[in-house]
C-alpha cells in the first residue's frame, strides 16, 4: 500500500476552514497517511533536518498540504525545502534518495477557477503557479502528481469542506494519482 506523508503548512490553523477539516479528516486513517503539522511542531522554525529526512524516507508518497497564500504556499514549507533537500541527500551527481517517489500537492485556493486563467483575474494558472514545486520534483527524481485543489474556499458550507476532505483522502488511498501533465 502507498504510505503517504502529509505536510502541511497552515500559519493559522485555528482559524482554518479548509485545512482543519482536511488534517481532521486525515487524522483518521494513521495506517496509509502520516501527518507532519509544520507550523504546530515547528514553532521556532527550527527544522529538525534529520527527522525530516528519515519521515521522508519511510514514505513513497509526499503531499505538500497547504493554503494559496500569495500565489505560492506559507513560507514554512518553503524553509523545509532549504532546509531539507540537501545537496547530497536530495540531489547529488550519483541520484537523489528521493527517486522513484512521488510528489503531490493539495491546495486551499481563495480565488475562483476561472480567475486563475489569462482572461481571468489572476492571469495565470495554478498549473503556471505550482512550477517552482514541479521543477522541484524533476530535480529531486520524484514523479509530479495532478495537484488536488479545492477554489472559492469563502463560498463553501461545512457540508461542502466535509465533501473535500472525504474526497482528498480518497485521492491519497488511492494506489495511482494522475501524474501532472504540463
Ligand atoms: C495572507 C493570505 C494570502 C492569500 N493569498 C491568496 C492568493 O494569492 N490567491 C488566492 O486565491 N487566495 C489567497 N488567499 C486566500 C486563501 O487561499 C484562503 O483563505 C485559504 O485557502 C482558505 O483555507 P483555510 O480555511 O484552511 O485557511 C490568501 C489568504 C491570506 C490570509
Redesign the pocket.
Known sequence: MTKNLVLIA?PNMK??????IWLEELKKYPESIAIQDLYANYPHWQINVTKEQQLVEQHNRIIFQF?????SSPPLLKKWQDDVLTYGWAFTSKGSKLRGKELGLAI????AESDYSKEGGDLYTIDDLISPFHATSNLIETDFLKPFTLYK??DKSDDELEQSAKKYVEYLLSNKIEKFRV
Open positions: 497552515h482559524e482554518s476552514r479548509v485545512n482543519k493554503p494559496f497564500y500569495w500565489y486551499s485556493i481563495g480565488g474556499t469563502d
